[in-house]
Structure formats: structure tokens, C-alpha cells
């Protein structure tokens, strides 16, 4: 029965998935450690630590934004298969790069631009290539990489206890093996169809200044700033919860665990996510503001309980809130912006990592002074704020949920 959302697809979508799947496994045997090795490997503060992620997303936002700019002038199979080869070069080096400090943190750098400016691509690609479906195929899409994630963090902590060199090196053959998958399935459909959203164009997003697009702030900017405060108090849980069960004496799988959960409910939650959009998350604006609710609980549990029960509870509420956000904002994006979503895409992305740049020092700091509880209040009054932003996003664009709404229950 699971499987029956599959079937309605074409193998070509089968293989992609397969694909991002092996890719997610191989990337989240690094994420949810890199703080740990940092405070426990390299003996740094948790200030260090939120130091390193912070130029890590500072590539994240400069490779996001120049990514969707740089869609329509390269050409998207130069910019994804360069991208990901890249960053799988960052990758493999890590380990020797660690000896050095400066060293290891212009490798984040790298790691981070190099990681980020593929996503708008592949997701404008996406869009463009399964127009008819975008909005399911994201999801399953989401879903697929996040059954990787699952099977990549269950091996994370057993890795850790090997060598931490050894999921960094991993992670950089996962991104090198997606890189040659891209170079040869995008290769095949300009072979087979000509240019398709695929060759590289001498204009830029449709002849479009970006200053002209910036000023339909309608359509990103309170979307942007919600996803910003979304993921600066997600920072909690590198920042927070990691340091402070590494203080309870716990081994690092008990930390991996809650993502292996993460990963697991992405897949086994999905029918709980389809009857919450049927009842009232209809449209990509709703599910965005339901999201950021979701995520308000779970940082309110961590914060009255500090327990391992509690933040297991707490990211079953957070994985909820990521499966409704999620594939809601390249959705949006995508069926309202047409040919500019490349832009879109990147520059709302870009806000996003902004809040994973701020959000990973400031806890860190807030970390080495008073431990988990003021970071955690933290995370509680910024979900608010993302509230807010997903909020005044979904009001002004009241007419375009309707219309959306009247669609998804069947008005065609």
C-alpha cells in the first residue's frame, strides 16, 4: 500500500529518487555529528562550534543565491553536476584539513557554497521538467531523500565511534556519485529532447532585472522571513540538545537516534501530513504557517522538560512542522513565478540559510553561558516570529491560497 504512490510515476522519476536517496544517506552521516566533532574531537567551545556552522551557511547563503541566479546563464547541468563535484572534493579533504583550524573553516566555507548553490537548480529543474505534478513529486521527492536521512544518521553514530573522518569521507562519495548520475541523466535528455530547461541561455531570468523582481515582495519576502526565523531556532538542536546530551554522558548514537526518528516519521507520517492538508493545510501558505506552529511546540517541550523522552517528543513535533514546510515553499514558488523561479528559489533559500548562519553562533554563545534553558527560550520567541512571517505571507496572498484551496478539493 505504501508503495502505491510510486507506481503512478515514470521510471525516470524511480531512478532520480533512488539517486537523492543514496545522495541524503551519504550526507547525513556528517550533519548531525559536525558539531560533536568540533566540541569533542577537537576539544573547541560550542562557541567555536556555532563559529564554524556560521561560515558554513555563509557559503550556504552565497551558493543558494548565486544558484538560482546563474540557472538560466550556465545552464543547469554545468551548475548541479560543477556543484556537486565540487563539494565532494570539500568533502574527501575535510578530514586533513581538520589539523588546522583556519584551514578546516575555509573548507566549511567551500563545503557550504558548493552544497547550496545546487539546490535551487535541481529544484527549478524539477519544476520545470514535471510541471503537471511539481507539487506531489516535491513531496515524494522530500520524502525519499528523508528515507536516506534515516538510513544515514542510524549509521552516523556507529561511524563516529569508528572514525569521524569516515562519514566525512562518505558524504564526498555520496555527493560525487549524485554529481555523475546528473552529468549522465541530464546529458541523455538533451541528447534525446534537445534544450529542455537544461542547455545554458545568453539572458538572464527571462530577461528580468533583479531589481524588478525584487519588488514583488508579495510573493517572497514574509516567506523568506519566516523560513529565516524557522531555521535560526532549529539551530537548537545542534546547539542545544547536541552539547547538552554529550554533558548527560550520553554516547553519540543516542543524539543520532532522534534524526534516525526524523528520517523515519518523514516516511511513516505521511498519511497523519495527507489528512492534515485535506482538513485544513490545503495550500502551500497554510502549510507553512502549520508548520511553524509545529515547530513553536516542540521548542515549548524542550524548554519545560529537559529529558531525552522529551526532545524524542519534541522532534517527532518538529519533523511534522518540517514535513508540511518543506516541499510547500518550492511549491508555491514554482506554480507562482514561472520561468523566474530559479531566482525565487535561490534568493528565498538564501534567507533561509541566514537564519542557519545566525542561529548556530548566538545559541552557541547562549550555550557556554547558561546551558540549555536560555537557548531554548530562544528558539521559542524566534518560532513566534516565524509565525508571524508565515502569516502576513499567507494574508497577502489570500486570493491565490483560495483559488489553490478550490483546486485541491476538486473545482477545477
Not at 524557522?230 to 554522558?249: D, F
Not at 542557519?356 to 521559542?380: C, E, K, N, Q, S
Amino acid at each position: 500500500m505504501q508503495m502505491k504512490w510510486l507506481q503512478q510515476y515514470p521510471r525516470e522519476v524511480k531512478v532520480f529518487l533512488a539517486a537523492s536517496l543514496i545522495n541524503s544517506a551519504g550526507g547525513s552521516l556528517m550533519w548531525p555529528l559536525i558539531t560533536m566533532f568540533i566540541f569533542k574531537e577537537l576539544g573547541r567551545s560550542m562557541t567555536d562550534a556555532g563559529l564554524v556552522i556560521l561560515v558554513q551557511n555563509i557559503g550556504g547563503i552565497a551558493g543558494q543565491i548565486l544558484g538560482g541566479a546563474l540557472y538560466h546563464r550556465v545552464g543547469v547541468k554545468r551548475l548541479i553536476v560543477g556543484s556537486l563535484a565540487f563539494n565532494a572534493v570539500g568533502l574527501i579533504i575535510l578530514p586533513y584539513g581538520a589539523a588546522h583550524w583556519y584551514v578546516f573553516m575555509a573548507l566549511m566555507l567551500v563545503i557550504g557554497f558548493t552544497n547550496a548553490m545546487s539546490m535551487p537548480a535541481i529544484q527549478a529543474f524539477i519544476g520545470f521538467r514535471f510541471a503537471e505534478d511539481r507539487a506531489g513529486l516535491f513531496n515524494v521527492i522530500y520524502v525519499a531523500n528523508n528515507i536516506g536521512v534515516a538510513l544515514g544518521t542510524a549509521l552516523s553514530g556507529v561511524l563516529a565511534r569508528i572514525s569521524y573522518d569516515l562519514s566525512f569521507i562518505a558524504n564526498g562519495l555520496s555527493s560525487l556519485f549524485f554529481a555523475v548520475f546528473f552529468l549522465i541523466y541530464l546529458s541523455r535528455i538533451e541528447h534525446e529532447q534537445g534544450e529542455l530547461q537544461v542547455s545554458r541561455r545568453k539572458t538572464s531570468t527571462d530577461g528580468h532585472r533583479t531589481l524588478e523582481l525584487l519588488r514583488d515582495y508579495r510573493i517572497y519576502l514574509f516567506m523568506g522571513i519566516g523560513s529565516l526565523f524557522l531555521w535560526l531556532a532549529n539551530s537548537i538542536w545542534n546547539n542545544g540538545v547536541s552539547p547538552y546530551t554529550i554533558e548527560l554522558g550520553m554516547p553519540e548514537w543516542r543524539y543520532s537516534i532522534l534524526w534516525t526518528l526524523n528520517g523515519v516519521l518523514i516516511f511513516a507520517a505521511q498519511p497523519f501530513v495527507s489528512w492534515l492538508r485535506r482538513l485544513w493545510a490545503g495550500t502551500p501558505q497554510r502549510q507553512m504557517l502549520a508548520s511553524a506552529v509545529f515547530y513553536l511546540l516542540a521548542y515549548i517541550c524542550i524548554l519545560m522538560f529537559h529529558s531525552y523522552a522529551a526532545m524524542a517528543f519534541a522532534m517527532v513535533l518538529a519533523t511534522l512542522g518540517e514535513m508540511l514546510v518543506s516541499p510547500a515553499i518550492p511549491a508555491f514558488i514554482s506554480e507562482h513565478t514561472g520561468r523566474t523561479a530559479p531566482f525565487y528559489l535561490g534568493f528565498v533559500g538564501g534567507m533561509g540559510f541566514a537564519g542557519r548562519v545566525i542561529g548556530p553562533y548566538t545559541m552557541g554563545v547562549l550555550y557556554d553561558y547558561g546551558g540549555l534553558t536560555p537557548v531554548a527560550w530562544l528558539a521559542v520567541c524566534i518560532a513566534v516570529l516565524s509565525i508571524a512571517g508565515f502569516a502576513v505571507h499567507s494574508a497577502l496572498n489570500k486570493q491565490a491560497g483560495a483559488l489553490e484551496d478550490q483546486y485541491a478539493r476538486g473545482g477545477k
